[in-house]
């Protein structure tokens, strides 16, 4: 049950990461809190990397499924930054949940996983429980919570991002298990502070404002929380079926709701707390459901 257990750290450690986004997403424009967080992750990894002694493989099957991935994921990062820096964070955070829903189709397609009837079960949960989150009043129709939520700001770009994941996660699988582990997640990073880097050197040329003094404190720990996520993620996909790390993962919305309570005064998140809750119940019986 490692894979259990860097699952649940994962979780914890993700939803830290969205807290503190948060913070840095309101001092720092998207490229910037990119750049430096992806940088600092890339660093202490490699550092971790090299005393473990583990050698980078590169071949043909690693350099396609990473490409896919790194294309994907500067798509996210961006989207997921901007998000946090408009929209409260129990609100869109719940969302992210739907990944592991997602990656029921996209993982048997990419990683030929497949899900049995427990899963089919947990995908019911996991959708009923972010409906509820996201119901803000009495319907009378079960289509009204879809509606109400597609006027929500931020909402319709945080599911994009979940979709999006369902299809990097199966081919962060692929390349780690094409190469090693650690240096897979070292060069996901490294590649990610180039790609923006690249768009933060565009965006200061273009306006002026932009030569601001960033808030290095909040965005490096962003970076050193990224540093474990994606050490304790790629090491427990390649010991388990990735849609169930990945669901296990996604615990991380019931910490965020906390935060979101304690940190930032965010006001009636009961009835969200308790739709994370249901989806939660629906992420286990897709956790056990091998």
């Not at 490699?46 to 590169?58: A, C, E, R």
């Not at 540093?227 to 996909?237: D, E, L, M, S, V």
Request: aromatic letters at 12%; one cysteine or more.
């Amino acid at each position: 049950m490692l894979w259990a257990l860097l699952g649940l750290g994962t979780a914890f450690s993700e939803s830290l990461k969205g807290a503190v986004t948060k913070v840095a997403a309101l001092k720092n424009d998207s490229w910037t809190v990119g750049f430096y967080s992806r940088s600092t992750a890339a660093s202490l990894l490699l550092i971790t990397v090299l005393l473990s002694g583990q050698y980078f493989v590169i071949n043909a099957r690693f350099l396609w499924a990473f490409g896919i991935s790194l294309t994907i994921n500067a798509i996210t990062s961006y989207l997921y930054i901007d998000v946090l820096r408009h929209a409260d964070i129990s609100h869109v955070m719940p969302l992210v949940t739907l990944s592991p829903v997602f990656m029921l189709v996209t993982g048997p397609l990419i990683n030929n996983e497949w899900p049995t009837w427990l899963g089919a079960v947990g995908v019911l949960l996991t959708v009923f429980g972010t409906m509820v989150a996201h119901a803000q009043r009495a319907h009378r129709s079960p289509l009204d919570p879809l509606r109400e939520l597609a006027k929500i700001p931020g909402t319709r770009q945080m599911l994009l991002v979940a979709f999006l994941w369902s299809v990097s996660s199966p081919f962060d699988k692929i390349a780690a298990q094409a190469s090693t582990p650690l240096w897979y997640v070292v060069s996901m990073n490294a590649g990610l502070a180039l790609v923006f880097y690249i768009a933060m050197r565009i965006t200061r040329q273009r306006h002026a404002s932009s030569h601001e003094r960033p808030a290095l404190l909040p965005v490096m720990s962003i970076g050193f929380f990224e540093a474990i996520i994606g050490a304790f993620q790629i090491t427990a996909i390649t010991l388990a079926p990735v849609t169930y790390v990945i669901a296990l993962k996604r615990a991380s919305v019931l910490f965020s709701m906390a935060w979101a309570r304690l940190f930032f005064h965010e006001t009636n998140i009961g009835k969200r707390a308790i739709g994370a809750l249901i989806t939660f119940v629906g992420l286990l019986c897709i956790l056990f459901a091998r």
